[in-house]
């Protein structure tokens, strides 16, 4: 059982939803707490799904690769997130189709997926934030969709950004242009040139690994 009863009743404010006390009581009892620096890895591609995330702290980078080993970034796991693929592949026994990565120092709450199914039984606000967490992916998967497919890349760039300053909570984004590359799917002397357009347009201050939106 989980000692850090703080932790888990905050995660009926971070994640919007009306838990109950028996809800969060089974949460405690099969949930285990994961702390995560930057860059480590919650789970890798084609593995085997034994626990279902839910982000407590912090935020967690999903990606998909091609079979060229490039990646693609598809969304951020932020606090009281869970990923929807994790859910579907633990209740169907099939392996994880992509990578989550900690964004930031971080803590993740990871339930057993054997116990999915009491939680689905017992409690309807379990089955209420599932789907609620699987509405919110579905259209930013499409909007990755969308801007791959009709995007320019100055445009992603940008929009990647925004979305990257808004998920810190901060204007200074620290970053490479090696690591914009790869999460944009480029390459790195695209990044920047199209960097130097938008200091030039004041949209953008750049300095030695770190971007601030203006």
Known sequence: MINDTQSIDKLKKIAEFEASEEFLTDLRRYGQIRKMEQGDVLFEENSSIR?????????????????DFKELLLYYLKEGDTCIMSVLNGLYNENNQLKAVANEKSEVLLLPVEKLGILTKKH????DYIFRIYHQRFQELLDVVNAVAFKKMDERLLRFLKKRSEVSGKRSIKITHEELANELGTARVVISRLLKQMESNKLVRLSRNKITLL
Not at 51 to 67: C, E, F, M, R, T
Not at 124 to 127: A, M, N, R, V
């Open 51 to 67: 626990a279902i995330p839910i982000i407590l702290k912090g935020s967690v980078k999903i990606y998909q690769s091609d079979d």
């Open 124 to 127: 309807p606000e379990w089955i």
